[in-house]
């Protein structure tokens, strides 16, 4: 099917519906602010790239000098070591026969690539895989609050990185966590005791790597620590807006929707459904608010209809035929529902870019 993209230069407003756009300006300014503070701080920046999954906005994290790149998945990894990236972290435990045949393969043409693990069982997989001939360099995930993945103990740390010590076909690489919002005292501590405990056994941790889009700018509370890692931060969303780490005029993303019912005064009907919005609550109450309109809420999805509350909307909602603009809930998940993004400048078309990685999810 021949979607009709816009070329560069065309009004938003002509823009077919739904459609996530980018403003240029904002997306811009996010990365060089977001830069600028590590830097500050003497620390390292490693983007994730699962909020954007583009390649051209991933150069332009490491123009501004990201050190590398964090993707989630060995498929997603392959998409940006195909576009020439050799800096790349993947933050997921690998497993299977599969996976881990492709994940040697990639090993073998990129240049700095390194994986996590928090068991035996994920170590002993990585550990058949590889030989000395191309080790493969692992980091052991720490559970410091979040309660995802990770080892629960810096002793329990130590051990697995003693294993990945003694297999020839690994390297071990340093410790790595996704903490808890707010928790960077408990972050030092469990990096601190583990570096104590690598110590004693010999063993050097040359990378300790937290992350987060919410704690961004608490990064600097996490001495120990030689990099963060961060999405969200890139586009920014409703959920960054109420974290405070973000305001509305840092907003990069929204959805380009049409109002095609207006059925009763209080309710709205946008084409902009759970096919273009993420259903993600994050914990609000609803999936969306609208650009412009306080008060209208978009609170019940379907595959092809947002349904907007304006109960509470003072401001006269637009009619049947006009456009307006979606603050999703979760930008992340919006990036893998679309093929392209439509970039603008001041409401005009810049470029459209593929979502490269879109559907690279194992």
């Known amino acids: 099917m021949n979607y009709p993209w816009p070329e560069p230069g065309t009004p938003l407003e002509q823009v077919a519906t739904p459609m996530p756009v980018i403003d240029e300006a904002r997306l811009a300014a996010n990365i060089a602010r977001v830069q600028a503070y590590c830097d500050s701080h003497g620390k390292a920046f490693r983007p994730h790239i699962k909020t954007h999954k583009i390649a051209a906005v ?9 050190v590398g790149l964090n993707c989630q998945k060995v498929t997603e990894a392959e998409v940006f070591a195909d576009a020439g990236f050799e800096d790349i972290l993947i933050t997921y435990n690998i497993l299977g026969t599969a996976k881990l045949a492709r994940l040697k393969a990639l090993n073998a043409r990129v240049t700095k690539l390194a994986v996590v693990a928090d068991s035996e069982t994920t170590i002993a997989g990585l550990a058949a895989t590889f030989d000395a001939s191309r080790p493969l360099t692992v980091l052991i995930e720490c559970d410091t609050g979040a309660k995802r993945c990770g080892v629960q103990t810096p002793e329990a740390a130590v051990a697995l990185a003693e294993k990945i010590a003694a297999a020839p076909g690994l390297r071990f690489g340093g410790i790595m966590t996704y903490p808890a919002t707010g928790g960077a005292e408990q972050v030092e501590a469990f990096i601190v005791r583990t570096m104590a405990l690598l110590s004693e056994k010999g063993i050097e941790c040359p990378m300790r790597s937290s992350g987060g889009s919410p704690d961004l700018f608490s990064a600097h509370l996490v001495p120990s620590a030689t990099e963060h890692r961060a999405g969200t931060y890139v586009y920014n969303d409703r959920s960054m807006v ?21 059925p009763a005064p209080d309710r ?17 109450t609803d999936y969306g608010a ?13 595959e092809e209809h947002a349904v907007v509350d304006l109960t509470d909307c003072k401001t006269p909602f637009p009619e049947i035929g006009s456009m307006v603009k979606v603050v999703p809930n979760h930008t992340c998940v919006v990036t ?6 439509v970039f603008h400048r001041d409401g005009i078309v810049s470029r459209v870019e593929n979502v490269d990685a879109r559907g690279t999810v194992w």
């Open 268 to 284: 709205a009907v946008l084409d902009s459904g759970s096919k273009a919005l993420t259903s993600d609550l994050l914990g609000f």
């Open 336 to 341: 893998n529902l679309f093929d392209r993004m």
């Open 242 to 262: 109420r974290a405070g780490h973000c305001s509305n005029d840092d907003l990069a993303m929204h959805i380009l929707a049409t109002v095609v019912s207006r």
């Open 58 to 66: 991933a150069r332009q994290q490491v123009e501004a000098g990201a």
């Open 290 to 302: 609208i650009a412009g309109f306080e008060g209208a809420r978009v609170v019940s999805l379907s």
